[in-house]
């Protein structure tokens, strides 16, 4: 499976932006999938992830109640929904594939995600 993240850019905090995360050369309902971001100097780190079905969502406490992750697996396609950004969310956000449908073992943990995008690079200015 390979995906493809896009939808980044510059935005003013406060503003808002949807990221996608489309998959090729197989299907993505087979897989849960995470939004994961890095900032400049600073470790992957999780930001929110959804179950094969989409009934299932989790966030990182950072972005809670601002973010949305959404899912259509027929068109092989993953989304977050970012408003009210922050300076703090600047970074380069990645997709990629847990090999648990219901997100089962520790799904924040990015060593335990499989395929990856290439990253979508958000800036956010003052």
């Known amino acids: 499976v390979q995906l493809q993240a896009s939808g980044g850019g510059l935005v003013q905090a406060g503003g808002s932006l949807r990221l996608s995360c489309t998959a090729s050369?197989?299907?993505?309902?087979?897989?849960?999938v995470g939004w994961f971001r890095q900032a400049p100097g600073k470790e992957r780190e999780f930001v929110a992830a959804?179950?094969?079905?989409?009934?299932?969502?989790r966030y990182a406490d950072s972005v809670k109640g601002r973010f949305i992750i959404s899912r259509d697996n027929a068109k092989n396609t993953v989304w977050l929904r970012m408003i009210n950004l922050k300076l703090e969310d600047l970074a380069v956000y990645y997709c990629a594939t847990h090999p648990h449908p219901y997100l089962d073992g520790n799904y924040q943990s990015k060593d335990e995600y499989t395929y990856w995008g290439q990253g979508t690079l958000v800036t956010v200015s003052s």
């Open positions: 959804i179950s094969w079905s989409g009934t299932m969502t």
């Open positions: 050369g197989g299907n993505l309902n087979n897989y849960a």
